[in-house]
T-cell receptor
C-alpha cells in the first residue's frame, strides 16, 4: 500500500525567502507525481505534474524535482510571497492518487 | 472554459439520512474521481469513473456509491449517514483515460455536515 509523507507539517517564513517542501513515498511504481495547492475551505489547484520519466518541472517561481528510485520529491518556491500561503499537497499513484497530509505554509509580510 | 462544478456547496443532514452529491467535469474530460477530505484522515480516494464505468474504488463501505452519466457528469450517494461522514467531498476530472497520467482538476467541494 502506497504511503505518502510530507515534511514539515507546517512552515512559517518571512516574505522573500526561498523554501523547500518535501514529499516521500514508499512505492516507486508510479506514473507521475503531482503537487497541488489548497486554500482554506476550497478545492485543490494543480501546480505541477512530473512524469515518472522526468526529473524536474518548472512553472514560474515553482520548481519540483522527482527522484523515483529514492521515493522523494521536493517543491522549491523562490522569493516567497504572502499570496503563497496555503497548504501544499503532493500525490502519487497508479490509477488512483494517494495524497500526503500536506504542508501548511504561511508567508509573513 | 468552465471549471469543475459541484453542487450543492454545503449540506447539513442528520444521522440515518441519505445524500446525493453532484459533479460536472470540465467539458471534454471523461474521467471523474471522488475524494473525501477530513482533518483526521486527509484526502482519501473514494472511486473513479470513466465512460459510465466505475474502474476503481477506495476502501470505503458499501454505503458510499456513485455513478457517471453519458455526459460525464457524476453523482455520489451516501446512505445511512453517520457522524463520521462529515467531510469535504471533492470531485476531480481529467482529460485522458487514466486519472494518474494527466493533471487532475478539482472542484470547490461539497461540505457535508452530519448532525
Amino acid at each position: 500500500k502506497q504511503e505518502v509523507t510530507q515534511i514539515p507539517a507546517a512552515l512559517s517564513v518571512p516574505e522573500g525567502e526561498n523554501l523547500v517542501l518535501n514529499c516521500s513515498f514508499t512505492d516507486s511504481a508510479i506514473y507521475n507525481l503531482q503537487w497541488f495547492r489548497q486554500d482554506p475551505g476550497k478545492g485543490l489547484t494543480s501546480l505541477l505534474l512530473i512524469q515518472s520519466s522526468q526529473r524536474e518541472q518548472t512553472s514560474g517561481r515553482l520548481n519540483a524535482s522527482l527522484d523515483k528510485s529514492s521515493g522523494r520529491s521536493t517543491l522549491y518556491i523562490a522569493a516567497s510571497q504572502p499570496g503563497d500561503s496555503a497548504t501544499y499537497l503532493c500525490a502519487v499513484g497508479i490509477w488512483q492518487l494517494t495524497f500526503g497530509s500536506g504542508t501548511q505554509l504561511t508567508v509573513l509580510p | 472554459k468552465a471549471g469543475v462544478t459541484q453542487t450543492p456547496r454545503y449540506l447539513i443532514k442528520t444521522r440515518g439520512q441519505q445524500v446525493t452529491l453532484s459533479c460536472s467535469p470540465i467539458s471534454g474530460h471523461r474521467s471523474v474521481s471522488w475524494y473525501q477530505q477530513t482533518p483526521g484522515q486527509g484526502l482519501q480516494f473514494l472511486f473513479e469513473y470513466f465512460s459510465e464505468t466505475q474502474r476503481n474504488k477506495g476502501n470505503f463501505p458499501g454505503r458510499f456509491s456513485g455513478r457517471q452519466f453519458s455526459n460525464s457528469r457524476s453523482e455520489m450517494n451516501v446512505s445511512t449517514l453517520e457522524l463520521g461522514d462529515s467531510a469535504l467531498y471533492l470531485c476531480a476530472s481529467s482529460w485522458g483515460d487514466r486519472p494518474d497520467t494527466d493533471t487532475q482538476y478539482f472542484g470547490p467541494g461539497t461540505r457535508l455536515t452530519v448532525l
